[in-house]
C-alpha cells in the first residue's frame, strides 16, 4: 500500500540471525568509551590490569571475529514499530524465533537456553518464552527498529525486587540499591551498568530496570527526578570500592541508569538488574530506503 512501510518477514528472520552473532562479538561504542573512562581515572593498580586485560578482550574479539564471551545469554529481542508500518505480528515474532535458532545452529553458538524443569537444552538458544519478545509502538515514520541483547546469567542473577512502600522514601530506595550492588560483588563481572526501575506493578518495575541496564551509556532518564537519582546512585556505587571483578577499585560500574514509571499510591516498588561489563547489543533498523545494521 503506497505511503506505508511493508515489512519483509524473510528480511527480519535474516536480520534476527545476523544481529545475535554481531551482538555477541562486536561491543558498541559507547561501552568502548566507557572503559576508556573508567581505566583513565582508576587509581588502582590491580584495577587498571584487569581493565587493561578486558580492553584487550574487546580488541582480540573484534579482531579475530570471535566472541566478547562465551556465554550467549537468554536472547532479548526488543521491537519498535513505527506509524504506517505493515507487518503481521504472529510472523514477526516467529521470524525472530527461527532467525534465533539459525544464528545458533550455522554460526554456530553454545545455546544456553534450557527447560526450567528437565534442564534439557534443544540447542537452538530457543524455549518457552524464549527468546524475549517486547514489543512497543513509537511515534516514528515507516520505521521497525529491532534491538537484540544477549543477557548473561552472570550479570542476570544481580536481579532484584523490593516492594517498597512510600513511607520509605528516596532514601529507602538508595539504600535498597547500595546493600545490592554490595551483594552482588564480583559475581556480575563489573565494571557494570546498574539498572534501577522505579514504580509501576511488580512485573512493569522489573522490566523498566532491564530497559534501564541496557540503556546506552552517556544517555539521562527522561524524569528529570530520576536522572538527578542516577547521578547520586552512580557516584555512591563507585564510592564503594568493590571495582572490576570485585577485586578493589574506583571503577564499579559504568553508570547507575533510572527508569520510572507511575504507580499506587500504598506502594513503591523498586527492581534492579545488572549489565555486566561485556554489555552488548545490536539493532537493525528498516526503513524504505532499507536495512541499517548497527547498535
Same mark, same amino acid.
Given at each position: 500500500?503506497?505511503?506505508?512501510?511493508?515489512?519483509?518477514?524473510?528480511?527480519?528472520?535474516?536480520?534476527?540471525?545476523?544481529?545475535?552473532?554481531?551482538?555477541?562479538?562486536?561491543?558498541?561504542?559507547?561501552?568502548?568509551?566507557?572503559?576508556?573512562?573508567?581505566?583513565?581515572?582508576?587509581?588502582?593498580?590491580?584495577?587498571?590490569?584487569?581493565?587493561?586485560?578486558?580492553?584487550?578482550?574487546?580488541?582480540?574479539?573484534?579482531?579475530?571475529?570471535?566472541?566478547?564471551?562465551?556465554?550467549?545469554?537468554?536472547?532479548?529481542?526488543?521491537?519498535?514499530?513505527?506509524?504506517?508500518?505493515?507487518?503481521?505480528?504472529?510472523?514477526?515474532?516467529?521470524?525472530?524465533?527461527?532467525?534465533?535458532?539459525?544464528?545458533?545452529?550455522?554460526?554456530?553458538?553454545?545455546?544456553?537456553?534450557?527447560?526450567?524443569?528437565?534442564?534439557?537444552?534443544?540447542?537452538?538458544?530457543?524455549?518457552?518464552?524464549?527468546?524475549?519478545?517486547?514489543?512497543?509502538?513509537?511515534?516514528?515514520?515507516?520505521?521497525?527498529?529491532?534491538?537484540?541483547?544477549?543477557?548473561?546469567?552472570?550479570?542476570?542473577?544481580?536481579?532484584?525486587?523490593?516492594?517498597?512502600?512510600?513511607?520509605?522514601?528516596?532514601?529507602?530506595?538508595?539504600?535498597?540499591?547500595?546493600?545490592?550492588?554490595?551483594? *552482588?560483588?564480583?559475581?556480575?563481572?563489573?565494571? $557494570?551498568?546498574? !539498572? &534501577?526501575? =522505579? @514504580?509501576?506493578?511488580?512485573?512493569?518495575?522489573?522490566?523498566?530496570?532491564?530497559?534501564?541496564?541496557?540503556?546506552?551509556?552517556?544517555?539521562?532518564?527522561?524524569?528529570?527526578?530520576?536522572?538527578?537519582?542516577?547521578?547520586?546512585?552512580?557516584?555512591?556505587?563507585?564510592?564503594?570500592?568493590?571495582?572490576?571483578?570485585?577485586?578493589?577499585?574506583?571503577?564499579?560500574?559504568?553508570?547507575?541508569?533510572?527508569?520510572?514509571?507511575?504507580?499506587?499510591?500504598?506502594?513503591?516498588?523498586?527492581?534492579?538488574?545488572?549489565?555486566?561489563?561485556? *554489555?552488548?547489543?545490536?539493532?537493525?533498523?528498516? $526503513?524504505?530506503? !532499507? &536495512?541499517? =545494521? @548497527?547498535?
Amino acid at each position: 500500500m503506497s505511503g506505508k512501510l511493508h515489512i519483509d518477514i524473510p528480511a527480519v528472520e535474516e536480520a534476527a540471525k545476523l544481529l545475535y552473532i554481531r551482538a555477541l562479538k562486536l561491543l558498541p561504542d559507547d561501552i568502548k568509551r566507557g572503559f576508556r573512562r573508567l581505566d583513565s581515572a582508576e587509581t588502582d593498580g590491580t584495577a587498571k590490569t584487569i581493565l587493561a586485560t578486558m580492553i584487550e578482550n574487546i580488541a582480540v574479539a573484534e579482531k579475530t571475529d570471535n566472541l566478547l564471551c562465551q556465554d550467549t545469554g537468554i536472547p532479548i529481542f526488543n521491537v519498535e514499530i513505527g506509524r504506517d508500518v505493515e507487518v503481521d505480528g504472529v510472523e514477526l515474532k516467529e521470524a525472530i524465533r527461527r532467525g534465533t535458532a539459525r544464528a545458533t545452529r550455522e554460526y554456530p553458538l553454545r545455546s544456553s537456553v534450557v527447560h526450567p524443569l528437565t534442564r534439557k537444552n534443544e540447542h537452538t538458544s530457543s524455549g518457552i518464552r524464549v527468546p524475549v519478545i517486547n514489543i512497543d509502538f513509537v511515534d516514528r515514520p515507516r520505521t521497525l527498529r529491532i534491538e537484540m541483547i544477549p543477557k548473561g546469567s552472570g550479570s542476570e542473577n544481580g536481579s532484584f525486587l523490593k516492594m517498597l512502600i512510600p513511607a520509605d522514601g528516596i532514601d529507602g530506595i538508595k539504600t535498597f540499591v547500595i546493600d545490592r550492588v554490595m551483594e *552482588a560483588g564480583g559475581k556480575v563481572c563489573p565494571p $557494570t551498568i546498574v !539498572g &534501577v526501575g =522505579i @514504580g509501576g506493578t511488580s512485573d512493569l518495575c522489573m522490566h523498566l530496570a532491564k530497559v534501564a541496564a541496557t540503556r546506552e551509556l552517556g544517555s539521562v532518564c527522561s524524569d528529570p527526578e530520576g536522572a538527578a537519582l542516577e547521578k547520586l546512585l552512580s557516584n555512591a556505587v563507585n564510592a564503594l570500592g568493590i571495582g572490576p571483578q570485585g577485586l578493589g577499585g574506583d571503577g564499579t560500574a559504568f553508570a547507575v541508569h533510572v527508569e520510572t514509571a507511575a504507580t499506587h499510591i500504598t506502594m513503591n516498588p523498586v527492581a534492579i538488574n545488572i549489565q555486566c561489563h561485556s *554489555a552488548r547489543r545490536a539493532s537493525a533498523t528498516f $526503513t524504505p530506503s !532499507g &536495512v541499517e =545494521i @548497527g547498535f
